[in-house]
């Protein structure tokens, strides 16, 4: 069987996950004062945290477009490949509707699908179908399947450090956000049903870290040891250096993956994040 795993990258995944031959990511495009890049071939994460940190205005994403789809698709498709695309939350993105308006207009077996997750959430999905990709023993069909069936076991929760872009994007009330920043308050969110949700609080950064970890092992009744892990940051890497610390006092996993948001995700938060996810 050969298959070819496509995600667009409002999937925030591990470098060894990007870098299998057989894992390709399809570029948003970021709008940033006037000028059009395109997520992470423009620019690293890094460099666009530091454009964020400068830029006048709030990063607008695009979605990726119905002829980016559609000329992917059909070069593997040529090639022999069955496709499967996972994509950011069609709440969030159009990106979505343009994969599968393409696929429509497309000879072979293309497989979209929905992960109702942004980030590390929708990374999960990628992980997931990469490791049954390697192990060889299902089809395209049937991987979709084991997606579908993991939904309820995808855990996604994230702090961002700052409420001033998510006031600027109209997510979240002005006064909210000057009370929030003004007396140091974190919002600790997940996503449901495919949109960002507050699910707790925080006073303060050095409770975050621990607060995360406490809070991904309760969503699992405190045992994560048949579990897949994945813990991300920003900019903040002495935030993280916490993180990896809590984890490593209090998580013992099947497997834990490190990797950092990216322009889709912190255009929204703001460079500084933490975020912990989980799945099967």
Do not use: W
């Amino acid at each position: 069987m050969k298959i070819k795993l496509i995600c667009d990258s409002m999937c925030d995944i591990p470098e060894e996950i990007v870098n299998k031959e057989f894992v390709e990511m399809i570029p948003l495009t970021i709008n940033i004062d006037g000028k059009e890049y395109k997520d992470g071939v423009d620019f690293t994460k890094e460099q666009f945290y530091d454009i964020l940190k400068k830029c006048d205005n709030l990063p607008k994403t695009s979605q990726v477009t119905y002829v980016d789809f559609k000329n992917i698709f059909e070069k593997y498709t040529k090639e022999g490949y069955d496709v499967i695309c996972i994509t950011g939350s069609s709440k969030a993105s159009g990106t979505f509707q343009s994969a599968n308006l393409a696929k429509a207009d497309v000879e072979g077996n293309i497989y979209i699908f929905d992960s109702l997750f942004l980030s590390l959430g929708s990374g999960q999905y990628v992980i997931k179908a990469s490791h049954l990709i390697e192990e060889g023993n299902l089809n395209a069909s049937e991987i979709i399947q084991e997606l579908e069936n993991m939904r309820k076991d995808v855990n996604l929760l994230f702090v961002p450090f700052t409420l001033e872009y998510l006031k600027q994007s109209g997510r979240l009330p002005s006064v909210v956000s000057f009370v929030g920043n003004m007396l140091s308050i974190k919002p600790i969110c997940t996503m449901e049903d495919g949109k960002n949700k507050i699910v707790s609080k925080v006073r303060g950064t050095k409770q975050i870290a621990s607060k995360l970890v406490d809070m991904i092992l309760e969503l699992n009744d405190g045992n994560v040891e048949d579990k897949i892990i994945t813990i991300g940051y920003g900019s903040n890497e002495d935030d993280f250096k916490r993180l990896q610390e809590e984890v490593s006092k209090k998580i013992n996993a099947k497997k834990i993956y490190i990797t950092r948001g990216g322009s889709c995700i912190c255009s929204h938060t703001g460079p500084e994040i933490l975020a912990i996810s989980s799945s099967y």
